[in-house]
């Protein structure tokens, strides 16, 4: 059964990482090898892995995106958030990340991050865990 968790998002475009509390999901399941599959059910907002060292490198994503996505386009949608929904199909609504000895398997530099384009606001993060299952030898050998 998927879990979820809220996150309140502090502007209107941010990255928010939330590494920390997915790794505290995956360890309270009690899962040391497997993967972690996360959803976001929004269409103004994102998910996506990326470098948590240097804060710049969310800086420059997001410029990134608005220049790709600017505020001020011509778009038909009339509720003015328009290039959060677009910026939110580029970046993805979910993620499969391993489970590696309890906690995800990321690179040293990597973290999970919710995307927000069209904040602030609350929103829902669903996690669930899943468990490698052992292969059974009997089918391997056929």
């Known amino acids: 059964m998927p879990l979820h968790i809220n ?4 502007g209107k475009e941010v990255l928010e990482e939330i590494t ?4 505290d999901v995956v360890r309270r399941s009690g899962v040391q090898e497997g993967v972690c599959y996360l959803y ?6 994102g998910i996506i ?5 240097d804060p710049s490198v969310g800086r420059d994503i997001l410029d990134r995106l608005n220049t790709l996505v600017p505020s001020r386009g011509s778009y038909h949608h009339l509720e003015g ?3 959060a929904h677009i910026k939110s199909t580029l970046t993805g609504l979910s993620l499969m990340v391993p489970i ?3 906690r995800l398997a990321l690179g040293r530099w990597q973290g999970v991050f ?3 384009f ?13 468990p490698s299952q052992a292969a059974d030898p009997d089918e391997a050998s056929q």
């Open 7 to 10: 996150v309140f998002t502090r």
């Open 20 to 23: 920390q509390r997915i790794n």
């Open 40 to 45: 976001l059910p929004h269409t103004t907002a």
């Open 49 to 53: 892995i990326n470098e948590n060292a």
């Open 81 to 83: 958030n328009a290039p």
């Open 100 to 102: 590696d000895n309890g």
């Open 114 to 116: 919710l995307c927000e």
């Open 118 to 130: 069209d904040g602030p606001r609350d929103r829902t993060i669903f996690v669930q865990v899943l």
